[in-house]
């Protein structure tokens, strides 16, 4: 069965410094990866995904995320964080090329100090 | 209207009652998804159903069922609630391929 590590549990930035959340998973096949964001109160959201091909992808808000497989790491990366980018960040994994279910982190509390 | 649609947001509820937690849907999936939210613990799955007559366990399913009375309704039952039951309590969607999940707004359940 795969698992999803988050090692950093809260994050406390200020306004315009660099994010980068760690995301190590462990599984023996190909899997696809997510990046999830819940602001708080709120549902999860979907901020990035990756499949194939360019392992460095970009989602919304501007948050990107570079898959190194030989690191089983899917790390999510923002040059400039703001305020409204407080929230709870998910990193999850399922296997790919069969239709199972994620597998999420603990999770990594982003505070963004304005 | 939401996607997926959880009822109800909020519940208190006692020891040893039976509680029910409603997810519809509207996105036409088929698969469909009981998760728990518990501060530092993630999302880990309850029960999952990939069709109508398709119910799977999950990770932590002791102490939960779930019906699938259609395409669009799963819900999820406490038994006999228990306080370490207390959590947030998300429904999901996915298509078949699983890549597009759709989440509720979660149930907020606290058992005393």
């Known amino acids: 069965a795969q698992s999803v590590s988050q090692h950093n549990h809260h994050v406390i930035l200020s306004e315009a410094a660099s994010l980068e959340l760690g995301c190590n998973y462990s599984y023996g096949g190909t899997v696809n990866l997510f990046w999830y964001v819940q602001y708080p109160g709120q549902h999860l959201q979907l901020l990035l995904k990756?499949?194939?091909?360019?392992?460095l992808v970009k989602g919304i808000k501007g948050f990107e995320a570079e898959f190194i497989k030989s690191k089983f790491s899917f790390n999510l990366r923002k040059p400039s964080v703001q305020w409204s980018d407080t929230a709870e960040y998910f990193c999850?994994?399922?296997?790919?090329?069969?239709?199972?279910?994620?597998?999420f982190g603990s999770g990594t509390q982003l505070t963004v100090l304005p | 209207d939401a996607d997926v649609t959880q009822t109800p947001r909020n519940r208190i509820t006692k020891t040893g009652k039976r509680i029910m937690l409603e997810c519809s849907q509207t996105?036409?999936?088929?698969?469909m998804y009981w998760y728990r939210q518990d501060p530092g613990l993630g999302l880990r799955l309850i029960y999952y159903s990939f069709d109508v007559k398709d119910i799977n366990k999950g990770e932590i399913s002791d102490g939960y069922s779930v019906s699938r009375q259609a395409q669009a309704k799963f819900s999820l039952s406490l038994e006999s609630a228990i306080p370490n039951q207390t959590a947030l309590y998300f429904c999901?969607?996915?298509?078949?391929?699983?890549?597009?999940?759709?989440f509720g707004s979660g149930t907020r359940l606290t058992v005393v």
């Open positions: 999901a969607t996915s298509d078949l391929a699983g890549y597009g999940y759709t």
């Open positions: 999850a994994v399922s296997p790919s090329g069969s239709a199972r279910q994620l597998t």
């Open positions: 996105k036409g999936h088929d698969r």
């Open positions: 990756y499949f194939s091909g360019d392992p």
